[in-house]
């Protein structure tokens, strides 16, 4: 019987939330970052949505894991491009310590220690309104699980921003910090006294439909709620092949080295064991 030939470098696997919606292009942009940071390595994508896999016909992380493993790979790299390490993350730890025939490595998330959430926030500063501008609003996914461990980072983060600027909130789609209380406490405050603009930042990865919708949609969203209240709302724009984006995090260079900085470790760690 022929012996397979056997891979000598790690594959490396980009594990995605997975989206439907024209925020597809920053995916691109973290590819090409992929590929000019690691030209000697093959890499896959895998996604951690299993609507998104069903919907797309994508493959989840199992998938991938098997396809490489059966390609003749021993070892992979796993980069998420989560923000937060919460339960999805967990997940994924699980399938990749388990998976039989391959030592898969995982990476860290972007937020995944504290160093990190301030060298982020270095960076997404610069799209702040300044204290006689208006007021900010850091917008978080966010985990409707109570017993999630990111909730702490959510709550830590909410008051790392509150100690570090004097016009920065933070409030989260789902879960802590609630964005509804965070509403309430700003009418109560007459915040609008004080700033007349509000600029909500998405903190999230792909600023796709929660941005679209939730944040700055016609209906039931934070945009509609702080403009009853008399703000003028905005949200950061890219514009990207002629099309306009909602900003996420993606679209910040800085962050995107970051996130290859992550993955360029676990590499590391992967020649040594």
Known sequence: MRIPTLKTKPAIIIAAFG???RAKA?????????EKKFPNHEFFWAYTSEIICRKLQLPGLKETLATIEATGYRKAVVQPLHIFPGTEYRQI???????????VFLSETLFHRWN???????VVEKDFLTNKEGLNILALHGTPLCTDPANII????ERLVADLY??????SLEGVPDHGALLTKIKRSNLVAKYKNIRIIPMMYLAGMHAEKDLMGKDGSWRTA???MGFTVDCPRIEVAGQTFYKGLAYYPELVSFLTDRLQRSLKL????
Request: hydrophobic share 50%; aromatic share 14%; net charge negative.
């Open 226 to 228: 702080l403009e009853l």
């Open 26 to 34: 920053p995916l691109a942009f973290f590819q090409t970052a992929v």
């Open 166 to 171: 004097p016009n920065v909130l933070a409030a």
């Open 93 to 103: 730890a699980e399938t990749c310590e388990y998976f039989p025939g391959l030592r």
């Open 116 to 122: 990190f959430v301030k060298d982020c926030l270095a």
């Open 154 to 157: 959510y709550l830590g983060l």
């Open 270 to 273: 992967a020649k040594l064991y």
């Open 19 to 21: 989206t439907s919606s």
